[in-house]
């Protein structure tokens, strides 16, 4: 069984559950090893300025942030999937406040979406060109879509 660790240390409510259950379903869809291991934690804004800024040599906060283990792909339909540790995202809520008002969700959407984003950086997936924004964002809203159909 997929091993997902959700952990809300940002002080700002938000439905961890629902998170939990979105990488679950990341994961399988993604065609990545059922045992990998993913982790998720919430961040209060000094916490990730500090992330920010140490490893991304970026000023202040940011909303999401990732941070690949074992570099693992998703698997061909064909093969078995690499185990081991996906790696681990980082997000701050009351920083995705604001951008979760501005795009019309709520809070815990807004960290539904930045999941969904990050999980596709965990996998190699970039937005550096157009073609690569136009491709990590539809695979980002079929994700979502199918997620919140099961």
Do not use: K
């Amino acid at each position: 069984m997929t091993a997902v660790t959700v952990l809300n240390e940002s002080g700002v409510p938000c439905d961890t559950e629902a998170l939990d259950s979105l990488a679950a379903y990341l994961l399988s869809s993604l065609r990545l090893h059922p045992d990998c291991e993913l982790g998720i934690t919430l961040v209060d804004l000094e916490r990730m300025t500090t992330l920010h800024e140490d490893w991304m040599n970026e000023p202040g906060p940011t909303d999401v942030l990732s941070f690949p283990i074992d570099e693992l792909r998703s698997a061909a339909e064909d093969e078995v999937a690499e185990e081991g540790i996906l790696g681990d995202i980082v997000l701050c809520p009351a920083y995705a406040m604001s951008q979760a008002s501005v795009a019309g969700r709520t809070l815990d959407e807004e960290l539904q979406f930045l999941t969904t984003h990050g999980t596709l950086h965990l996998i190699g997936y970039e937005h550096d060109t157009e073609t690569d924004y136009a491709a990590m964002f539809a695979l980002q809203d079929t994700l979502l879509d199918g997620w919140r159909r099961s």
